[in-house]
């Protein structure tokens, strides 16, 4: 699970499945070590949008509009840095890698598949020399699935400590962690 820094639970509490986002499957061979660059850079623009939110919400001294994932659980806050990151997040990762399988904690993005038409290009070429085992790595596009928690540290984000916010993508193939 790689991490990009953005500068105890009720078992009883009702928490919504992620949204699965996937296309039709496909048996075109993916570079493990270019999905994890790519996936960097994603992490990279959704941090982006968090800095856009806190940067808007400086400008209206500390104002943040918030709802609740679960209406009795305080700890369950969303905002539109949630919302934002995670639909840069994923919208260039499907414009990236058409097919490729999308869980994002954020139910509400559109689970449709299509990555927006603005989406930019992400980079392949990050994690060079840090993944080496994985530069030589294919698998089927239809073996992976990307997992994407846009602001891991919401609840932080909205007390404002920053310093424990970041945006959080995995990466399993055939079920198992990258």
Known sequence: ?????????SAARQV?????????????????????STCVDAALR???EIRAVQSRRS???????????????????LTEADTNAQ????DALRATWPGLRIVGEEEDHDADGAGSANARSLRRDLCQGDTHDASEWREPLDALFVFVDPVDGTREFVEG?????QCLIGVACRGRAV
């Not at 993916?30 to 999905?35: N, P």
């Open 59 to 77: 400008t209206t001294f500390g104002a943040l509009a918030s709802t609740r994932k679960d209406k009795d659980d305080p700890r369950s806050a």
């Open 161 to 165: 400590r920053l310093n424990a916010v």
């Open 16 to 36: 919504p499945m992620p949204t699965v986002s996937q296309m039709a499957t496909s048996n075109e061979l993916v570079s493990i070590g270019e999905l994890l």
């Open 46 to 48: 959704g941090c982006d």
């Open 87 to 90: 639909a840069a997040i994923v």
């Open 1 to 9: 699970r790689r991490t990009a820094p953005c500068a105890a639970s």
